[in-house]
C-alpha cells in the first residue's frame, strides 16, 4: 500500500512518516510540504492513499483535491484523507463535499490514523495493523516524534 502526505508543517509529516513506517505493507512514497508540487509528485508516485493536509498556503487542501480529482478524470480513483485541525460538523461535509473521501483530526492520533488506514486501505492480506506504541507523556494518544526516523 502506497501512501503519500502533504502538510506544510514539517514536524506534522515527520510524525505521520514515523507511524506508517511501522505499518506492514505500507510505504510512504513520498512527502511534500508544498501543495503546488503535490499534483506532479502524486502523478509520478501513483499512491493508493493521500494524507492532506486542507490549511496549506497558495493552494489549498480544498483546491488541491478539485486540481487532483480533475485529473483523475475517470482514471484511478486515490482516496484522499483531509487533515482538519478543526473537527466541526460544517467543516467535515465540506471535506466530503469537495471530493475528499474521508478526514483525520489535527494533531493526528495513532489510533485514528489506524482506524483511516482499516477503512481505505484493507489488501488481500487483511487489514493494516499498526503496532502499539507507548502513550504520549500526557496520555494525550498524539504520534509520539522521540521515535522519529528522520
Request: aromatic share 2%; proline share 7%; charged share 25%.
Amino acid at each position: 500500500m502506497r501512501v503519500f502526505v502533504c502538510d506544510d508543517e514539517p514536524l506534522a509529516v515527520r510524525r505521520l512518516v514515523s507511524i506508517l513506517q511501522d505499518v506492514p505493507d505500507v510505504d510512504v512514497v513520498g512527502t511534500t510540504t508544498d501543495s503546488r508540487e503535490a499534483l506532479q509528485l502524486i502523478s509520478e508516485t501513483r499512491p493508493d492513499l493521500l494524507l492532506l493536509d486542507i490549511e496549506m498556503p497558495e493552494v489549498d487542501g480544498f483546491k488541491a483535491t478539485a486540481n487532483i480529482r480533475r485529473c483523475e478524470a475517470g482514471a484511478r480513483h486515490v482516496p484522499i484523507i483531509a487533515m482538519i485541525a478543526a473537527t466541526l460538523v460544517d467543516d467535515r461535509e465540506q471535506c466530503i463535499a469537495a471530493g475528499m473521501d474521508d478526514y483525520l483530526s489535527k494533531p493526528v492520533k495513532s489510533v485514528d490514523l489506524e482506524a483511516v488506514l482499516n477503512r481505505w486501505l484493507v489488501g488481500a492480506h487483511g487489514p493494516p495493523k499498526i503496532p502499539q506504541r507507548e502513550p504520549a507523556p500526557h496520555g494525550d494518544g498524539v504520534l509520539d516524534t522521540a521515535h522519529s526516523h528522520g
